[in-house]
């Protein structure tokens, strides 16, 4: 049944772009993968950057060393084993900023660092895990298989629910946690499951760029908007376009010199946000 569904979305793919870079199965799916990457890197984005949780997403990424290394170790899917550490991790984070003073980042400092240290000490121990920790490291779109794009079909079909729904409290808190203050304990479920959101979303996203630069994909992009944007609507939208239109390019240029996807799409990604930072500061242009 899903091979005949990707079959059509082949096909449709071969009619719509006629083109040669388009031509290998690899190729149709990484192009897949992207499309439903953007609009749930768009959504978590904006308010990951609205909720100053940029250096949080920095913190997720880097302990999915330890998760892949973990999966290697125990022969378990490392895919699997990302996701829960990173959803472990983001639980971790929210229980012990929750029941202590310490501030936010010091907290995510601390977790950031325990995620590099434990793996490397895992790799260390099996030298022979460090081969196969590059496309996790780099990124390497080009290897999504069916599986992947479609547990990505569903993590996009759940942000965007969850979003949907949770869409209100989170422009509050992004104004300020006393507008909801006395509903203290709801805004500490609705924080900690978009923590919970994030974490799923890097763990699955880390084919695209990379564990080094998954977060830039979240964040550049939503700050980029923002210069450019004021009402948050158009931030999505604006958000998503970069992300979508960036990475397409990125593939097709990666695609024929044979370069890094993942560092491609943030170096346009960088070079967008500069553009964007120049038409806000010194011709005042916005949305």
């Given at each position: 049944?899903?091979?005949?569904?990707?079959?059509?979305?082949?096909?449709?793919?071969?009619?719509?772009?006629?083109?040669?870079?388009?031509?290998?199965?690899?190729?149709?799916?990484?192009?897949?993968?992207?499309?439903?990457?953007?609009?749930?890197?768009?959504?978590?984005?904006?308010?990951?950057?609205?909720?100053?949780?940029?250096?949080?997403?920095?913190?997720?990424?880097?302990?999915?060393?330890?998760?892949?290394?973990?999966?290697?170790?125990?022969?378990?899917?490392?895919?699997?084993?990302?996701?829960?550490?990173?959803?472990?991790?983001?639980?971790?984070?929210?229980?012990?900023?929750?029941?202590?003073?310490?501030?936010?980042?010091?907290?995510?400092?601390?977790?950031?660092?325990?995620?590099?240290?434990?793996?490397?000490?895992?790799?260390?121990?099996?030298?022979?895990?460090?081969?196969?920790?590059?496309?996790?490291?780099?990124?390497?779109?080009?290897?999504?298989?069916?599986?992947?794009?479609?547990?990505?079909?569903?993590?996009?079909?759940?942000?965007?629910?969850?979003?949907?729904?949770?869409?209100?409290?989170?422009?509050?808190?992004?104004?300020?946690?006393l507008l909801i203050i006395d509903k203290a304990k709801s805004r500490g479920l609705s924080k900690l499951l978009f923590s919970l959101l994030c974490a799923v979303l890097v763990a699955v996203s880390i084919k695209v760029t990379g564990m080094l630069l998954i977060t830039s994909l979240l964040v550049i992009p939503a700050v980029t908007a923002r210069l450019i944007a004021k009402s948050e609507g158009r931030i999505f939208r604006i958000a998503y376009m970069i992300i979508a239109g960036t990475s397409l390019f990125a593939l097709i240029v990666s695609y024929y010199l044979d370069m890094a996807t993942?560092?491609?799409?943030?170096?346009?990604?960088?070079?967008?946000?500069?553009?964007?930072?120049?038409?806000?500061?010194?011709?005042?242009?916005?949305?």
């Open positions: 049944m899903l091979n005949e569904i990707f079959l059509v979305i082949y096909h449709f793919l071969d009619i719509v772009l006629p083109f040669a870079w388009a031509e290998p199965v690899f190729m149709k799916n990484a192009l897949i993968a992207l499309v439903l990457i953007a609009p749930a890197a768009a959504l978590v984005g904006i308010h990951l950057t609205a909720l100053h949780m940029a250096f949080f997403g920095d913190a997720i990424s880097h302990s999915a060393f330890t998760g892949i290394a973990l999966g290697f170790l125990f022969s378990v899917n490392p895919s699997l084993s990302m996701a829960i550490f990173a959803v472990a991790i983001s639980i971790l984070i929210y229980f012990v900023e929750k029941k202590s003073n310490i501030a936010m980042d010091n907290i995510i400092s601390v977790m950031m660092s325990l995620g590099v240290a434990a793996g490397l000490c895992i790799v260390s121990f099996r030298k022979s895990f460090m081969r196969d920790f590059q496309s996790y490291l780099f990124g390497d779109i080009l290897t999504v298989s069916q599986g992947e794009i479609i547990v990505m079909f569903l993590v996009l079909v759940f942000i965007v629910i969850w979003s949907y729904i949770n869409y209100n409290r989170l422009a509050l808190m992004s104004l300020s946690p993942g560092g491609v799409i943030i170096v346009f990604l960088s070079v967008l946000f500069f553009i964007a930072y120049l038409l806000r500061a010194v011709w005042k242009i916005s949305l």
